[in-house]
């Protein structure tokens, strides 16, 4: 391969595969399958869902949704709380496509009703354990009060309730995920089920997080997913049990700058960092914090080292890998190798603009 800096590979063949996966799981319940699209940020991949039948998303940020509405993309959810800082821009947007938009506070929810001249679908975010935004789940008289104010606006339509389960991510086995799946699943339903009592009928739900999308068989009770990682996958899902090493569909091209013995561990030192892979790291088995697996690049892909070989640190520009003695003989200086990174969601967002798809 020409590559002469850290550059993000792409394996086609294992991406198309964990959509068609996704879209099938989505399929047998009967569900709506909304793929959140912050994972890869990209036109071409969003292309290869297209030609599979998706036709709806989510994304993260206004800037998203502006770059996918115009590259056809006309029903698009915007899976974070309103900025009201953005309502101009959210106007404009709200004007071109078929607009849904997260409230969790009564003044996002005025604000909306005030600006925002077209059409739009609302969702209520719900906290059902992760507490990052979101009403909690069992503040039924919050819900209602914000509900309320959408509500006074006719061509508005309160689409239903949507959380985003987060804590799945610090599961380590599939039981874990399972738990918290359906301890969200009732929260949600609990909280719906009070609104309709005040009236409030229909709502639908959605839920997004990609290990209990991945994890899950039936996913009765539900309307929507909007997994997002999974079209990727990554370190940290093999290790909360979302998938097998061989689903990841990304890795970094790193070349070798350093080979030395420190304390007599052999070492391997890459152009390829915190600043390309972040700083995100899972504890592996020996509980050491594990930035990365380390691949030998083919002419498919990349072939994963299982002997022990690992990225231990990383610095700004440095990815420093604990090797194996055979590992060590094996690569030379000015080599290139696989690294799969923990987070491809933070990894890709940095390297996407110059990415390499591999055409197995």
């Known amino acids: 391969m020409d590559i002469h800096r850290p550059t993000l590979l792409i394996n086609r063949a294992v991406c198309e595969r964990n959509i068609e996966s996704m879209i099938n799981r989505a399929q047998k319940s009967g569900v709506r399958l909304r793929p959140h699209f912050k994972t890869h940020q990209s036109a071409e991949v969003g292309d290869w869902f297209r030609a ?21 993309w006309d029903d698009i959810t915007i899976a974070f709380p309103v900025n009201l800082r953005e309502l101009d821009d959210i106007k404009s947007l709200a004007g071109q496509v078929k607009l849904g938009l997260l409230v969790e506070s009564e003044a996002a929810a005025e604000a909306l009703v005030r600006e925002i001249n077209d059409p739009v679908d ?9 507490h990052r935004t979101g009403i909690p789940w069992n503040n039924h008289n919050e819900a209602n009060d914000i509900a309320s104010i959408i509500q006074q606006r006719s061509d508005f339509h309160l689409r239903g309730l949507l959380t985003h389960a987060g804590h799945t991510y610090a599961a380590r086995d599939r039981d ?17 089920s009070h609104l309709a009592v005040q009236g409030l009928d229909k709502l639908e739900v959605s839920v997004g997080d ?15 997913m909007r997994p997002g990682n999974f079209v990727y996958y990554d370190v940290m899902q093999t290790y909360i049990g979302s998938c097998p090493v061989e689903d990841i569909a990304v890795a970094v091209a790193c ?23 972040s700083k995100e790291s899972v504890l592996d088995e020996q509980d050491r914090n594990m930035f990365g ?8 892909g990349w072939e994963v080292v299982n002997d022990g070989t690992y990225v ?49």
Not at 122 to 130: A, I, N, Q
Not at 214 to 220: T, Y
Request: aromatic fraction near 8%; charge should be negative.
């Open 52 to 72: 599979k039948g998706v036709a709806a998303i989510t994304v993260s940020s206004i800037s998203m949704a502006r770059y996918f509405a115009d590259h056809g």
């Open 122 to 130: 609302v969702w209520l975010e719900v906290s059902t354990g992760y």
């Open 176 to 192: 874990t995920i399972r738990h918290i799946y359906r301890e969200t699943l009732v929260r949600l339903l609990d909280l719906r």
């Open 210 to 224: 990609t290990p209990a999308c991945s994890v899950i068989d039936d996913f009765s009770g539900i309307d929507e």
């Open 255 to 277: 070349p070798v700058v350093s080979k030395r013995v420190y304390d007599f561990q052999p070492q391997l030192t890459v152009y390829g960092g915190a600043v390309h892979l």
């Open 293 to 300: 697996l380390v691949g030998f690049l083919n002419d498919s």
């Open 312 to 360: 231990k640190s990383l610095s700004q520009e440095h990815g420093v890998i604990h090797a194996t003695q055979a590992v060590y003989d094996h690569v030379e200086i000015g080599d290139l190798l696989a690294i799969l990174p923990v987070h491809s969601c933070l990894t890709v967002d940095i390297l996407r603009h110059d990415a390499v798809i591999i055409q197995d």
